[in-house]
């Protein structure tokens, strides 16, 4: 089931990338991160200039500029990326994409998709992108599909 957008997926995934890189270079670079985890630059880029609108990420132009975190990995949940991507009403959609959908007037999926959107939302309002960033390393987790 995919519950994410494209550029949600793509921006937790680089999050994510920055978080195990944290110890190498303070600014990574937009070029590398796009090449290693397999997604458009420009894409990627678009993405990460959201997040720096947002002021999670700073960026530096230049032979070695790139991205970096403006805020600490251990302060950004993983709700706090996905609201600057998808929106603040991201946990108060229907899964079918149906406007108005709620107590009132439900969808077929309402019942079932309420129970698991709440306890999505309360994993990402409680997973720091650090926290992630540790089991990635801890587990040898993998970012590239």
Known sequence: MKVLSKSSEYGLRALLYMVTRSGEQEYVSIREMSEELEISFHFLTKILQNLTQANM????????????????????????????????????????GLPG????????????????????????????????GKSIQLKSLRLVP
């Open 101 to 132: 959908c709620g107590e009132r007037s439900p969808c077929p999926m309402h019942e079932f998709w309420k129970g698991i959107k709440a306890a999505l939302k309360q994993e990402f309002e409680t997973t720091s992108l650090a926290a992630m």
């Open 57 to 96: 990420l700073v960026s530096y132009r230049g032979p070695s500029g790139g991205v970096a975190f403006n805020t600490p990995p251990e302060d950004i949940l993983l709700v706090d990326v996905v609201r600057i991507l998808e929106g603040d009403d991201f946990f108060d959609k229907c899964l079918l």
